[in-house]
């Protein structure tokens, strides 16, 4: 069984421009998840999917990044305009949480760099 | 709000002996989970092990097992026969399971130990 995909594995931009990532999580999922992985610390919560809907994104900044499921399958997250803090790792996880199993999968990650 | 303390940012066993990580938690909550992930160099985050806060018995899974004190809001991993694979940067993660509410299902993590296993 294929896990979660992520694409692309690695990203470089300069400030101000726009980025996006994808993620396709493993198949059957009806929860996904957006981390934000610091260099050195613990992935933290971005958004919180149950199939198509949003049902936390209280740590998401609003401003500058927004993430869509549209079908509640893959999933996108999107930076604009992307700044020199945003440098980091993006995981993506998906579990069948709105059915009762907690576990997440993980997927390898985005790493961003921001020049 | 929930938090994870994970005290020591990195750690060292020779291969064959047997290491003890710790982790400390805070939460008010009665219903929850605790998870131990592993992440490899490669990045990819995968669970190794975890505990239901309802049950007294303390979770294994073959060379890992953890020390669950529900009380004290400690849960420790032990690595028995460390093997060089088991080199990686350990997190210790909680999730709410708390009756409705879209904070609940989502994992806090702490800042996480690097474990080097020597040969």
């Known amino acids: 069984e294929a896990g979660v995909v992520q694409s692309p594995r690695y990203k470089i931009i300069e400030k101000k421009q726009p980025v996006a990532f994808w993620c396709n999580p493993i198949?059957?999922?009806?929860?996904l998840y957006w981390y934000l992985q610091n260099l050195g610390q613990g992935p933290e919560l971005l958004i919180r999917?149950?199939?198509?809907?949003?049902?936390?994104d209280s740590q998401l900044p609003k401003d500058r990044f927004s993430a869509e499921r549209l079908k509640g399958v893959d999933s996108t997250l999107k930076i604009q305009p992307a700044e020199l803090g945003d440098s980091a790792v993006y995981l993506c996880?998906?579990?069948?949480?709105?059915?009762?199993?907690?576990?997440?999968?993980f997927g390898p990650g985005t790493r961003l760099t921001v020049t | 709000a929930q938090t994870v303390t994970q005290s020591q940012p990195e750690m060292s066993v020779q291969e064959a002996e047997t290491v003890t990580l710790s982790c400390t938690y805070d939460?008010?909550?009665?219903?929850?989970?605790l998870f131990w992930y592993k992440q490899p160099p490669s990045r990819q985050m995968i669970l190794v092990i975890r505990?239901?806060?309802?049950?007294?018995q303390n979770a294994t899974e073959n060379r890992f097992s953890v020390n669950f004190q529900k009380a004290a809001k400690s849960f420790s991993l032990k690595i028995s026969d460390s093997q060089l694979g088991d080199t990686a940067m350990y997190f210790c993660?909680?999730?709410?399971?708390?009756?409705?509410?879209?904070?609940?299902?989502?994992?806090?993590f702490g800042k996480g130990t690097l474990l080097t296993v020597n040969p």
């Open positions: 939460t008010s909550e009665s219903n929850y989970y």
């Open positions: 996880a998906s579990s069948l949480a709105a059915s009762g199993d907690y576990e997440q999968y």
């Open positions: 198949s059957g999922h009806n929860t």
């Open positions: 505990q239901e806060a309802y049950k007294q």
């Open positions: 999917y149950e199939n198509e809907e949003a049902v936390d």
């Open positions: 993660a909680f999730m709410n399971l708390g009756g409705g509410g879209g904070s609940n299902y989502k994992l806090t």
